[in-house]
């Protein structure tokens, strides 16, 4: 059964930091290209980090991975009201190209929201 379920997210003050997380089944850890995406209001959703970095993000956000616990972390410093949007944890089954586009992946999670105060 794949699963992907993120958390971390909350409400934190420009400038600060969050960590989230994204649990998957074994296979898809093991097997899938794993990444993060965001969605604001309004807006497409757009790739962040994993394969590849979204430029405004780079410098900023760093994914790492426990594979003990089938875990890919997001950590997410010096955080700005435009990073505030819904966070998905999303895996391919092929290798995707930079920069990240939806429609390459298989599996998504079901979100968590980070919303970053001025």
């Known amino acids: 059964q794949v699963q992907l379920v993120e958390s971390g997210g909350g409400s934190v003050q420009a400038g600060g930091s969050l960590r989230l997380s994204c649990v998957a089944s074994r296979y898809v850890y093991l097997t899938y290209y794993m990444d993060w995406f965001r969605q604001a209001p309004g807006k497409e959703r757009e790739g962040v980090a994993g394969?590849?970095?979204?430029?405004s993000v780079k410098g900023r956000f760093t994914i790492s991975r426990d594979n003990a616990k089938n875990t890919l972390y997001l950590q997410m410093n010096s955080l700005k009201p435009e990073d505030t949007a819904m966070y998905y944890c999303?895996?391919?089954?092929?290798?995707?190209?930079?920069?990240?586009?939806?429609?390459?992946?298989?599996?998504w999670g079901q979100g968590t929201q980070v919303t970053i105060s001025s």
């Open positions: 394969t590849c970095y979204a430029d």
């Open positions: 999303a895996a391919a089954a092929r290798r995707p190209n930079c920069p990240l586009r939806p429609s390459d992946y298989n599996y």
